[in-house]
């Protein structure tokens, strides 16, 4: 089920004028991943949303998921540069674990230079597919987790896969989180807010692909709206593939695509 079926998700929402990114990894090398950025373009998007955004007075966040090492390498000190921070979300079970994640001595650094940090689950299972206990598990346990190693306070999640329903909301909620960032472009639609009770805020954000025009990231941080919603209808169409063929079906169709010489290294959107 997507969130948009979820009857009573307790949320509320924020303000229009909020616009956030979303990234993920960064390589000096030439990459076919679709969420690998060099770190010369990253610094070219940052110039243009950020001048975007306040040319249009939005408020401009930057996030990454899955602490990848090259976050605190190679965009962490861009960020800096250009006097911003960003918000890193961490699966909490993966620091010391996976020789590519972040080490929580690079974790605290991050937040030494001002970055906030954010819970991406302590395995970066998919929430919707948690049972009850193991849900409760990967949210509360990740939180305890950063908040010990690192000494700060965490209140925002970003849901792994960007999945999220309205037990997942309840479950954020229960487990301290004030804010959910999912995948989906944009302020969070009207139909998947319910009693505004002013207690978890579910943050809509554009997840950054390698090949995304600069245009298109620009009139996203200035708040166009056709550009939003066309970015927001490519994501459904994803989301109704994934439905339609399941998610181990999805990743071995993108797989299978993706080694085909004649396709480009671009999410195949020609099928969605
Ligand atoms: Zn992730």
Known sequence: MTSHSMPHAPVHRRPLDRRVLGY????????????????ERFAEQL??????????????EITFDDAHRSQVELAAPLLEQAGMTGIFFVPAGWVGVRPQTASWSDIHALVRSGHSIGSHG?????LTHCPPAALEAELVRSRKTLEDQLGCVVQSISVPGGRWNAAVASACLAAGYS???????GPAPAQDLAEPQGLLTI???LIVRRRMALNTLASYAAGNWLATAHLRTEYQAKQALKRLVGDVGYQALWRRLLRSPVQSAEEPTVLL
């Open 179 to 185: 804010q959910l960032y999912t995948s989906q472009p």
């Open 203 to 205: 943050v809509g954000r």
């Open 24 to 39: 993920h990894e960064f390589s000096q090398s030439d990459s076919r991943d679709v969420y690998q950025l060099a770190p």
């Open 122 to 126: 302590q395995t970066h299972s998919l």
């Open 47 to 60: 110039a243009a949303v950020r001048t975007a955004a306040m040319q249009t007075n939005h408020e401009l």
